[in-house]
């Protein structure tokens, strides 16, 4: 059976694909200017017409797009908005965004765009080590979400799946006992405290459950290494981490076996990473904000797409085979905080936290303002089974922030396990006290 579910594709030498992603930037920025009113005005005012694409450089003389743009569009001119370029009766599907602050933002698909999606999901589970005979249980949320349809990528490479949706624990590890499904979807601290909660209950995640595979999206934690083992660890199964974004597919970009970053689906999305202050593209491996430019989605193409997530993207082929480029995110723009002009990512502290001994992996982050400057306190929980006093665990938690992290923690809270709160879908596990400052989640 071949590695691979689109071989052709995935393995393409460099060139050939961006010939091919050269050929789809042309025809969707020429349809975008075409059928939506947004870009038609956009590149207008901007001075760029659809035949300055020559080459997928040239894509930097074209204006970004935020999240703003598309709350802003929303509505105007038609349901769909302005950033839609086909007629609503073209549409067969919408997901929206959580719209935790602010306005949620719909996803049209059209019956292509859906197909299509679904065909990208399969690929990626393929990639992550899915195959006919696995059961798979897809335990996330359908309502609104745009990783609910996901599962019928499962469906389509030929795995037995259960629609899971959002159960709780309770169901969910009955389920997992008797049907035993061998792979599963969830977010990273649901899948953690779901193993501890089973564990706690005298089941055994490694035993009692059949789970070979692990796919998470939602938060950081399926990147961060001692995250990604302390989950391997507690189910006796291999984690893969997927990246989604409402605006385009469930999941467009998966890790391999080799775990080493995600390989995106280069076919649909053009990936550039920018400055994050001036906005210049920057060379391949640059630390930067992901920009992306949707290539084949025709009910609402992203032309230059800021995400809001930082990251690197590389090409050099995997040790898999695979030629498709890969991503490594560490975190959303708007969740770094600045302390004594080091950038802190949320997920740098919990790289931190989730590879202490004797704590639970649970924990807080709190950012406050102090004589004009950001501090931040992490609350940690002890394990149950850990007899020591705080205190040591406290200063053990506060040596190894500053060594990863460049500056120390004003405090660090120890509290007994189960104290902090569990998600079912995404933590929040910021608690920002500065002045008033918009900071929209991701979704
Ligand atoms: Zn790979």
């Known amino acids: 059976m071949s590695n691979y579910w689109a071989e052709a594709l995935e393995t393409a030498p460099r060139e050939v694909l961006e010939q091919k992603q050269l050929g789809d930037l042309k025809e969707i920025v020429q349809f975008a200017y075409g059928h939506a009113p947004y870009y038609r005005r956009s590149f207008n005012d901007a001075g760029v017409k659809p035949s300055d694409i020559q080459g997928l450089k040239d894509i930097e003389r074209f204006p970004f797009i935020n999240k703003k743009t598309q709350r802003d569009s929303q509505g105007v001119g038609s349901f769909l908005g302005e950033l839609a370029a086909v007629p609503e009766e073209d549409v067969i599907f919408v997901s929206t965004s959580s719209g935790s602050t602010g306005v949620p933002t719909m996803s049209p698909f059209t019956k292509k765009d859906f197909d299509e999606w679904q065909d990208v999901e399969s690929r990626l589970f393929w990639m992550a080590g899915m195959r006919k005979n696995d059961r798979y249980i897809h335990a996330l949320n359908f309502s609104l979400y745009v990783g609910g349809p996901d599962v019928i990528g499962a469906q389509n490479l030929g795995a037995l799946c259960i629609w899971g949706g959002t159960l709780s624990s309770e169901r969910l590890i009955f389920i997992l006992k008797e049907y035993k499904p061998t792979a599963m979807w969830t977010s990273p601290s649901y899948v953690w405290h779901l193993g501890e909660t089973a564990t706690k209950t005298g089941v055994d995640p490694k035993k009692d459950f059949g ?141 931190v936290v989730r590879g202490l001994e004797g704590v639970t992996g649970e924990y807080l982050i709190r950012i406050m303002e102090e004589n004009f400057t950001a501090q931040y306190e992490v609350t940690i929980e002890k394990s149950h089974n850990n007899p020591e006093p705080d205190e040591p665990v406290a200063e053990r938690a506060s040596t190894a922030l500053k060594a990863r992290i460049g500056v120390k923690p004003k405090k660090v809270i120890v509290l007994p396990d189960g104290s902090i709160e569990r998600s079912t879908h995404k933590a929040k596990r910021i608690i920002d006290e500065r002045k008033k400052k918009a900071r929209p989640r991701s979704e």
């Open 211 to 351: 789970i070979k595979r692990i796919f998470v999206a939602g938060e950081m934690g399926g990147s961060i290494p001692a995250t990604r083992q302390a989950i391997e660890r507690l189910w006796g199964a291999d984690l893969y981490d997927f990246y989604g974004l409402s605006d385009i597919f469930g999941a467009c970009a998966a890790m391999c076996e080799h775990h080493d970053g995600l390989h995106i689906a280069e076919d649909h999305i053009l990936v550039e990473t920018v400055d994050l202050d001036t906005g210049e593209m920057l060379p391949p491996g640059e630390r930067g904000e992901l920009v992306y430019t949707t290539l084949r989605k025709r009910a609402r193409p992203l032309i230059r797409f800021r995400t809001g997530d930082i990251g690197r993207f590389v090409t050099d082929k995997c040790a898999c085979g695979r030629t498709l480029g890969r991503i490594y995110v560490d975190g959303r723009k708007d969740d770094m905080f600045i302390v004594s002009a080091v950038n802190v990512y949320p997920s740098d502290i919990e790289f």
